[in-house]
Structure formats: structure tokens, C-alpha cells
């Protein structure tokens, strides 16, 4: 097996660069669905595409997402995948090395703008043998580069999964020694960053060519990605059909939920749901704060105010008195990115 598997690495490997040519030229448009749920963005190469198993590790990620109640909308230029997968947009692009998605960065975020990135590349640049000794290097502007477009967004960058051939394997292991030392770095200067033991989650018996996983180790690499985000508040909203920003109405007070309603280059919409708590209130007023210089421009059914960053809304004469469990929405649009959903607080009176 140990001399199959270098012929089979070179083989993908072409494989992946014509893929790549192909991607440049458009193929695999996007459909752009959307949920109205927070704006993911699976960035990558052909494991982010799904090579062998077309959407690969998205269809376990989109399941477990939808089983447990949370919207999430899928962002990119590129879509494929099955049915079962409820929305095939994202950045996996076939053969691309860190360098190749780095030069075209700026602009799917610019368009896209999504709150949390989900980032697992280096893998061509060590099968192509790419200056493999400056790879980490390349993934430390690439994430510079990533969160200078998106402040407010949470990125999770993952180590690359294992490859078959021994020689790969090393140089694998020996870039992703590095990874946990560029996102510690970052995150001290208080980037939102989280590292992903992506290369843990797998072994060789879970890829279907001595490169990409199989089925098996794709629903592995979703569930590593799951258990990722689920650890980090807001990056994936919240179950039961929000997208973060909420709290529960204690007993004689309320409680305030945040939604993204669509985003477009340079603005946004959002809404947010006021509840009572257990008892009836006569009014309420909602503060947050935005940590990417978003701000409000225009808002119905509250009066808003603006105080550079922190936005406070006031009931208006209709909405103001809830009984006991009761809800009302107020909406507005804003200038900024709108992939930040800020945490909420509801005072009654």
C-alpha cells in the first residue's frame, strides 16, 4: 500500500488543479439559498467541496444543524451537494492552495459578509510541495486578511485532516504543529479565532483515496465542526429557530431575541422579538451594542437611539404593554456589515 498510495496522491492532485482551473471559470455557480438564519461560510479546498462525496462534510454539519433546531445560511460562490443537504453555498474550491483562496478573500467576504468562517486549508500546499516551510506563514495573512474584512466574525480554522502517504503525512503534521501558535497569537490580541483539531477527528481508515474522506470521515469532520461551534455562544444563533442575541423574560420583566433578516454589500435587516415575561409589562426598552461600527439607519415600530456604537429602542405608544408571555417585533435596516448578532438585553417599565 505504501507505493499505491503516492501514485494515487499524484493522480488527485492533477485531478485537483484542472478542478480548480474548472472552478475559476465559473462552474458550480451558487445558488444562493437562504434560511434567514446566521451567515456561515465554509472555506476551502476540494475536502470543503466535497471530493468523492459531493458536499461532504456540509450534509452532516446542515443535519445536525436542522435536527436541532438551528438557522444557519450557507454562504459562497460555489454550491453542490445532495438534497439532504438544505443549502449548498460555500468556498471550497478544488486544488486551491492558501495563497489561491488568499488572493480572492477580500472579495467573497465583502460580498457574502458572513458572522463565522469555517476555514480548513494547507492540504494542496502540501501536496503540491508548495514552500511548504512559509505554509504557516501564508494561513497567518490569510487569516489577517479574513478578519480584517470581518471584525465581528467568529473564524474557526481547523488543522488539516491526515493523509495516507507517509512522506505527506510529516509535512502535514509539521504545518499543523503550527496552527495552534498563528491562532493563539491572534486570539491574545483579541481576534475571535478558535482552533479545530480537525486532523484528531480523522484517520487514514476514513479517507476514500489516501486524500479526502469517505462518507464516514466526512460526517466525522461534521461533527468536529459542530461540536466547535456549539462551543462558542452566538456563532451559530441559537436552537429552536433564532439566530442568537436572546434572552429568557424573567418573571416581571422581558426578554429580547435578534434575527438577521437578509444582508446586502454595506447593509443589512434585522428584527428583534420582545417577550414578557410571567407577569404583564407597561413598556420596554432594548440596549446593544455592535463591535463592528454597524449602525442604525432606519426603524419601525420603536423609537431607536444611537450613542456611537450602542443602540438602545424604546417601545412606541401600540406596542408597549404585553401581557404575561405575550410579543411584539420591531425591525430596522442598518449600515455596516449585518453578520454580527450582538447580545440583548429587555428592562419592562
Known amino acids: ?19 480548480g482551473a ?25 475536502i470543503t467541496d466535497g471530493f468523492t462525496v459531493p458536499g461532504g462534510y456540509r450534509i452532516g ?20 451537494g445532495p438534497a439532504s443537504l438544505g443549502d449548498h453555498d460555500h468556498e471550497g474550491h478544488s486544488g486551491w492552495r492558501i495563497d489561491q483562496i488568499d488572493a480572492n478573500i477580500a472579495g467573497w467576504l465583502h460580498t ?22 512559509n505554509a504557516p506563514v501564508r494561513l497567518s495573512a490569510l487569516i489577517d486578511h479574513i478578519t480584517a474584512a470581518v471584525p465581528s466574525a467568529e473564524v474557526f480554522v481547523a488543522t488539516i485532516i491526515p493523509l495516507a502517504d507517509s512522506g505527506q503525512e510529516t509535512n502535514a503534521r509539521t504545518f499543523n504543529a503550527a496552527i495552534p501558535g498563528v491562532v493563539q497569537s491572534k486570539v491574545n490580541a483579541g481576534e475571535h479565532l478558535h482552533l479545530v483539531d480537525m ?8 479517507l476514500a483515496d489516501g486524500i479526502h474522506p469517505n462518507a464516514t470521515g466526512y460526517d466525522k469532520m461534521a461533527a468536529a465542526w459542530y461540536s466547535a461551534l456549539k462551543s462558542v455562544p452566538g456563532s451559530i444563533g441559537d436552537a429552536g429557530g433564532g439566530n442568537g442575541g436572546g434572552t429568557t423574560p424573567p418573571p416581571g420583566g422581558c426578554g429580547a431575541k435578534y434575527t438577521v433578516v437578509g444582508q446586502w454589500s454595506g447593509g443589512f435587516q434585522a428584527s428583534v422579538t420582545v417577550t414578557a415575561g410571567s407577569s404583564a409589562i407597561a413598556g420596554w426598552t432594548v440596549p ?19 450613542s456611537g456604537s450602542t443602540i438602545t429602542a424604546h417601545n412606541v405608544g401600540y406596542n408597549g404593554a404585553l401581557g404575561a408571555g405575550a410579543s411584539t417585533d420591531f425591525g430596522f435596516t442598518g449600515s455596516g456589515s449585518g453578520g454580527e448578532v450582538p447580545a440583548l438585553t429587555c428592562t419592562a417599565g
Request: no cysteine.
Open 199 to 206: 486532523h484528531a477527528a480523522l484517520t487514514t481508515a476514513d
Open 22 to 46: 474548472l472552478s475559476a471559470v465559473g462552474v458550480g455557480s451558487a445558488y444562493a439559498e437562504s434560511n434567514g438564519g446566521v451567515r456561515v461560510m465554509p472555506l476551502g479546498d476540494s
Open 1 to 19: 500500500m505504501r507505493r499505491v498510495f503516492p501514485r494515487w496522491a499524484g493522480a488527485v492532485a492533477v485531478l485537483l488543479l484542472v478542478a
Open 61 to 80: 454539519l446542515w443535519q445536525r444543524f436542522a435536527n436541532d433546531g438551528y438557522r444557519v445560511d450557507f454562504v459562497g460562490s460555489l454550491s453542490n
Open 112 to 133: 457574502y459578509t458572513p458572522h463565522t468562517v469555517l476555514l480548513h486549508i494547507g492540504t494542496n500546499d502540501v501536496l503540491q510541495n508548495h514552500d511548504l516551510a
Open 288 to 306: 446593544w451594542h455592535y463591535s463592528g461600527g454597524q449602525s442604525v439607519t432606519q426603524a419601525w415600530n420603536a423609537t431607536v437611539n444611537s
